[in-house]
Nanobody, 122 residues
Framework: QVQLVESGGGLVQAGGSLRLSCAAS????????MGWYRQAPGKQRDFVAQ???????NYADSVKGRFTVSRDNDKNTMYLQMNSLKPEDTAVYYC????????????????WGQGTQVTVSS
């Protein structure tokens, strides 16, 4: 059983910073891509950032230059450093991972965390 657990959300003023973490645990043989999506009230879930096991990063245009995604492969943990936060960044942030749970599974399965709330006040 694979679990992803987010932490680090909270309330912050505009211009402030937060650091989110996403820890993967359980039966893990390998992790390929990990990433973040977010969902604001009444809106669809949108891509935020992703990082491959080799460290290649990709960002949504709305967060480029403000957010940085990183990961610690030894700890199966991914981070999202969010700087210069804006009220429009308010959302529930979800992490996901493309994970191979064991050596005999063909390919990678996608797993999601439960989400962590980020609220940015103006």
């Amino acid at each position: 059983q694979v679990q992803l657990v987010e932490s680090g959300g909270g309330l912050v003023q505009a211009g402030g910073s937060l650091r989110l973490s996403c820890a993967a645990s359980g039966s893990i043989f390998g992790i390929n891509v990990m990433g973040w999506y977010r969902q604001a009230p009444g809106k669809q879930r949108d891509f935020v950032a992703q990082i491959t096991d080799g460290g290649t990063q990709n960002y949504a245009d709305s967060v480029k230059g403000r957010f940085t995604v990183s990961r610690d492969n030894d700890k199966n943990t991914m981070y999202l450093q969010m700087n210069s936060l804006k009220p429009e960044d308010t959302a529930v942030y979800y992490c996901y991972g493309s994970i191979k749970p064991n050596s005999w599974t063909l390919g990678y399965n996608q797993y999601w965390g439960q989400g962590t709330q980020v609220t940015v006040s103006s």
